[in-house]
């Protein structure tokens, strides 16, 4: 939920602008070289990794399958909290939500200060359903109704964080009746958590609380969707606001707040003619400390490894899942087996290159964004 959620404390996966980090457990595997693997196949089922969900969370998860039916969702044992990832496949936004199977896990660390506010299904929900509005977010700015293609990392970390809570918030409501008492208990259990934990990435409690009167209609998920662009925009003007002094004193009408952050983001809003422009000129930088090597090629499938810097250790399998990419074993001829990610054709592989990762192919050869070869 809002770690990235680490529980969503991490950054969104997509822009330069945001800063990402990467809490993966090293699992120490070292490195096999390339010309030593011929002839693979493959020794598992290529998937991410899953357990068994408690009914809250299934219930949770088909609550996001409705928001979004094409989303990803997995639940990961060793997952706290949830995450979600937004990747650029075609022309469209696909999101990958990653969620403990425990509701317990699923809802730290904001759960201790929604029990006794939230029944538990609702916590869950509005957990899953913050998650979808990430995607939700970047893919309005992706897919804008002039036709035109902008980034939504632009706006900080913050501000997307409360869009996200906003569209949970109202995307439950619209599930539960407006009798559930989801925003309240949202704004006030955001308040104390980032007082607690001194967690400033997360305050959003004070934003979403006047930016939701920017929100007068909840009738659709169109609705929930604007919602989220204001209350990002009202954050930007919040806190342009409060370094200017306070020119608008606080009880300004939030609308004047949005204005400034309209005015604030369009100076560093970069447009694109279209989702074609963007995927060609956009580069990010997450990945650049990691080398990737490809293990093995089968048509337009490409397994490959990826290890840690200088360290030499194998973060494959974190790297994958962590980003949406399918994971498994490969098996070669003298029997050496081999962890690997499958990156399935030339969306995967931009995707993974646009990310920053420069991967070492079979032949020698470096594929990195803009390479025409790949």
């Not at 070292?30 to 011929?38: F, G, K, M, P």
Request: charged share 25%; hydrophobic share 40%.
């Amino acid at each position: 939920m809002s770690s990235l959620s680490t529980s969503r404390s991490t950054p969104p996966l997509w822009p330069a602008a945001v800063s990402l980090v990467l809490k993966i457990s090293a699992l120490g595997l070292a490195i096999l070289a390339a010309d030593a693997i011929a002839g693979s196949h493959e020794a598992t089922e290529f998937s991410v990794p899953s357990g068994s969900p408690d009914e809250t969370m299934q219930a949770g998860a088909t609550f996001a399958n409705e928001l979004d039916p094409d989303a990803e969702i997995s639940f990961r044992d060793a997952q706290s909290g949830s995450l979600s990832v937004s990747r650029v496949e075609g022309n469209r936004i696909k999101c990958i939500v990653r969620v403990s199977p425990e509701t317990g896990e699923a809802l730290k660390p904001l759960g201790r200060f929604l029990n006794g506010r939230l029944e538990r299904g609702a916590q869950a929900m509005w957990a899953l359903g913050h998650e979808i509005g990430h995607c939700k977010l970047r893919d309005a700015f992706l897919n804008r109704a002039d036709g035109h293609v902008a980034d939504a990392s632009v706006f900080p970390w913050l501000a997307q964080e409360a869009a996200a809570d906003a569209y949970g918030i109202l995307s439950v409501e619209r599930k539960l009746g407006d009798k559930a008492p989801v925003r309240q208990a949202v704004i006030i259990a955001r308040m104390l958590s980032s007082s607690m934990y001194r967690d400033n990435a997360h305050a959003t409690g004070h934003y979403i609380s006047e930016a939701l009167a920017l929100c007068p209609r909840n009738r659709s998920d169109e609705d929930a969707v604007q919602c989220a662009i204001s209350t990002a925009y009202y954050t930007v003007g919040s806190i342009a606001n409060d370094e200017q002094g306070s020119p608008y004193p606080v009880d300004s009408p939030p609308q004047l707040i949005y204005e400034l952050g309209l005015q604030k983001i369009a100076a560093v809003l970069k447009i694109y003619d279209d989702i074609a422009q963007y995927k060609a000129e956009f580069s990010g930088a997450d990945l650049k400390r990691f080398a990737f090597n490809e293990v093995s090629r089968q048509g337009d499938t490409r397994y490959i490894t990826a290890e840690s810097g200088q360290q030499r250790t194998d973060m494959t399998y974190g790297l994958a899942d962590y980003y949406g990419f399918k994971t498994g074993e490969l098996v070669t001829d003298d029997a050496h087996s081999v962890k690997v990610m499958r990156i399935d054709g030339a969306d995967e592989l931009d995707w993974l290159l646009t990310l920053g990762a420069v991967v070492h192919t079979e032949d020698g050869e470096s594929l990195h964004k803009g390479d025409l070869q790949h």
